[in-house]
């Protein structure tokens, strides 16, 4: 039966809305991550220039910058400076016109993580749960798998900040989309496949090893049409030289050759700028701990892994179809070693105070697209698309609350989730977001965020057959339990640790609330 407009668009609508509804927002804790690229997005729209001086004359000191000829400039890769660019000129020419002066860093982070950032990523998601629906013909992937990639994984915790890790996983993802739907290779969509590839490197430098990943796939995939695809990249290439050479003198000096702070040199001078032999030791924690682990924040990803590896190891067929199915589950494992490989080789790996391993968000996405290959299989077993729906919900719970709570999860914790987003919740303490600005205060301030997150969620928990309806999402929430409780039994960092963190973010907390005392 065919689906009215409206309850095809429900899933993507409160994925969406989830993202827009939560905004936490720490002005003390001064996030380099994020604050730097606010504050190089502030000099080009606001002074006209590339070097941050005059902002942090205005605003004060910001980590993660890079120095030359006395200048100080952010050490990240531009792309999402770029893209804050426009928005931020425009909020100051409209204050300018009401008279209100300058906004404040805050309110400034506000709209260009809204604009910026938030508006694209639910772009992407809209493209992607059409891309699902094109490629399985079911209602119950495309709602399943857009909540599963939207809430679930990385992109949501980092679809809220104004960084760049979530923004280039869709770009890089936008590209494969783009060469998946030229199946008569239209230089057009080959080109736009290479123009996304392009823009996922400026927008996170380490992405440079997806998009060669991109090509390759692209000149197998379309032979002699995939110059289209380099002439697509060579924009954005020229765009990030151009860059370069006026802040760093060369089209490929990287800032992390001048970083300003002597701290940080060691972690960008070893090897290729900080990049050097793989560390395998370093593969558990950045899979699988609670710390830290892509799978452990995830768990619906796992499966797409294992889906890879399968599709990607079935004996050769005659069948195009067959043909091209295995080299997209090639594409993911390259991908995927890729990407791996290049986070175990960092000197700085561990990324600081984030939220899952960041440096490979871009892997994200890659890794749902072999349940999207597996989906004729998995729909005729109910358990397992149930078992699909309750890891999704166990990966929505622990990326919305680490996104929607507190995004900065300290490296000496060792199970962050149940050591402090969930302490935070329980003491009251609620960070900025739609529940606040309706008046809401304590867990109260959350209900709207729990109420999107609880709809999308049931759309996808009672699966496609009425008759096994209760069986189908007892089962998805019965897996989502036992995940999460067996996480919350997990290794804990000593009460001393958890005490000194807990105290610090009290400190920090905003807005300021008695309930969140003695989180």
Same mark, same amino acid.
């Given at each position: 039966?065919?689906?009215?407009?409206?309850?095809?668009?429900?899933?993507?609508?409160?994925?969406?809305?989830?993202?827009?509804?939560?905004?936490?927002?720490?002005?003390?804790?001064?996030?380099?991550?994020?604050?730097?690229?606010?504050?190089?997005?502030?000099?080009?729209?606001?002074?006209?220039?590339?070097?941050?001086?005059?902002?942090?004359?205005?605003?004060?000191?910001?980590?993660?910058?890079?120095?030359?000829?006395?200048?100080?400039?952010?050490?990240?890769?531009?792309?999402?400076?770029?893209?804050?660019?426009?928005?931020?000129?425009?909020?100051?020419?409209?204050?300018?016109?009401?008279?209100?002066?300058?906004?404040?860093?805050?309110?400034?982070?506000?709209?260009?993580?809204?604009?910026?950032?938030?508006?694209?990523?639910?772009?992407?998601?809209?493209?992607?749960?059409?891309?699902?629906?094109?490629?399985?013909?079911?209602?119950?992937?495309?709602?399943?798998?857009?909540?599963?990639?939207?809430?679930?994984?990385?992109?949501?915790?980092?679809?809220?900040?104004?960084?760049?890790?979530?923004?280039?996983? =869709? &770009?890089?993802?936008?590209?494969?989309?783009? %060469?998946?739907? !030229? /199946?008569? @290779? $239209?230089?057009?969509? #080959? *080109? +736009?496949?290479?123009?996304?590839?392009?823009?996922?490197?400026?927008?996170?430098?380490?992405?440079?090893?997806?998009?060669?990943?991109?090509?390759?796939? =692209? &000149?197998?995939?379309?032979?002699?049409?995939? %110059?289209?695809? !380099? /002439?697509? @990249? $060579?924009?954005?290439? #020229? *765009? +990030?030289?151009?860059?370069?050479?006026?802040?760093?003198?060369?089209?490929?000096?990287?800032?992390?050759?001048?970083?300003?702070?002597?701290?940080?040199?060691? &972690?960008?001078?070893?090897?290729?700028?900080? %990049?050097?032999?793989?560390?395998?030791?370093?593969?558990?924690?950045?899979?699988?701990?609670?710390?830290?682990?892509?799978?452990?924040?995830?768990?619906?990803?796992?499966?797409?892994?294992?889906?890879?590896?399968?599709?990607?190891?079935?004996?050769?067929?005659?069948?195009?179809?067959?043909?091209?199915?295995?080299?997209?589950?090639?594409?993911?494992?390259?991908?995927?070693?890729?990407?791996?490989?290049?986070?175990?080789?960092?000197?700085?790996?561990?990324?600081?105070?984030?939220?899952?391993?960041?440096?490979?968000?871009?892997?994200?996405?890659?890794?749902?697209?072999?349940?999207?290959?597996?989906?004729?299989?998995?729909?005729?077993?109910?358990?397992?698309?149930?078992?699909?729906?309750?890891?999704?919900?166990?990966?929505?719970?622990?990326?919305?609350?680490?996104?929607?709570?507190?995004?900065?999860?300290?490296?000496?914790?060792?199970?962050?989730?149940?050591?402090?987003?969930?302490?935070?919740?329980?003491?009251?303490?609620?960070?900025?977001?739609?529940?606040?600005?309706?008046?809401?205060?304590?867990?109260?301030?959350?209900?709207?965020?729990?109420?999107?997150?609880?709809?999308?969620?049931?759309?996808?928990?009672?699966?496609?057959?009425?008759?096994?309806?209760?069986?189908?999402?007892?089962?998805?929430?019965?897996?989502?339990?036992?995940?999460?409780?067996?996480?919350?039994?997990?290794?804990?960092?000593?009460?001393?640790?958890?005490?000194?963190?807990?105290?610090?973010?009290?400190?920090?907390?905003?807005?300021?609330?008695?309930?969140?005392?003695?989180?």
């Amino acid at each position: 039966m065919q689906q009215s407009r409206l309850r095809r668009h429900a899933a993507w609508a409160l994925v969406s809305a989830a993202y827009l509804c939560a905004s936490p927002y720490f002005e003390q804790l001064n996030n380099p991550n994020e604050n730097v690229r606010v504050w190089a997005t502030r000099a080009i729209a606001v002074h006209g220039v590339l070097n941050i001086d005059a902002v942090v004359g205005e605003w004060g000191y910001v980590n993660d910058k890079a120095q030359r000829d006395h200048h100080l400039y952010s050490s990240k890769a531009p792309g999402v400076t770029f893209l804050g660019v426009p928005v931020l000129f425009a909020q100051t020419k409209l204050r300018g016109l009401f008279g209100w002066g300058s906004a404040g860093k805050r309110e400034t982070t506000f709209w260009l993580r809204l604009f910026a950032v938030k508006l694209p990523l639910c772009a992407f998601l809209w493209a992607f749960a059409r891309f699902v629906e094109r490629r399985t013909g079911s209602a119950l992937a495309r709602d399943l798998l857009v909540v599963a990639l939207g809430l679930g994984t990385m992109l949501y915790p980092y679809g809220g900040m104004f960084v760049g890790h979530a923004l280039a996983a =869709a &770009a890089a993802f936008s590209s494969f989309i783009c %060469l998946d739907e !030229a /199946a008569d @290779a $239209l230089p057009r969509r #080959v *080109a +736009l496949a290479g123009l996304f590839a392009g823009a996922a490197v400026v927008l996170e430098y380490q992405a440079l090893l997806v998009a060669l990943a991109l090509a390759i796939y =692209a &000149a197998v995939r379309h032979r002699r049409r995939a %110059l289209w695809f !380099a /002439a697509g @990249a $060579l924009p954005p290439a #020229v *765009a +990030l030289g151009a860059y370069h050479q006026a802040a760093f003198g060369k089209p490929w000096a990287f800032p992390y050759a001048n970083i300003e702070n002597p701290a940080y040199v060691s &972690a960008h001078t070893a090897g290729f700028h900080g %990049l050097a032999v793989p560390h395998l030791q370093t593969f558990p924690t950045f899979l699988f701990s609670p710390a830290y682990g892509l799978f452990t924040f995830s768990p619906i990803l796992l499966p797409g892994l294992v889906a890879a590896i399968w599709l990607a190891s079935r004996g050769h067929q005659d069948r195009s179809s067959d043909r091209a199915t295995r080299q997209e589950a090639w594409l993911v494992l390259a991908i995927c070693a890729a990407m791996f490989l290049f986070l175990s080789g960092m000197s700085n790996w561990r990324a600081g105070w984030c939220v899952g391993p960041r440096y490979i968000a871009v892997v994200v996405p890659f890794l749902v697209l072999p349940i999207v290959q597996s989906w004729p299989a998995i729909e005729r077993r109910w358990w397992a698309t149930a078992g699909l729906a309750g890891l999704a919900a166990a990966s929505a719970v622990l990326n919305v609350v680490s996104g929607a709570v507190y995004p900065h999860y300290p490296e000496s914790l060792q199970n962050p989730v149940f050591e402090l987003a969930f302490p935070l919740l329980a003491a009251g303490a609620t960070p900025y977001g739609l529940g606040w600005a309706l008046g809401l205060r304590g867990l109260a301030s959350m209900a709207p965020l729990v109420l999107l997150v609880a709809g999308a969620f049931g759309l996808v928990a009672a699966g496609p057959d009425r008759s096994r309806r209760a069986a189908h999402a007892g089962l998805a929430l019965a897996i989502a339990g036992l995940f999460l409780t067996g996480l919350a039994c997990c290794r804990r960092s000593p009460r001393g640790e958890q005490a000194r963190v807990q105290a610090f973010v009290r400190a920090t907390w905003e807005p300021r609330v008695k309930s969140a005392a003695r989180p």
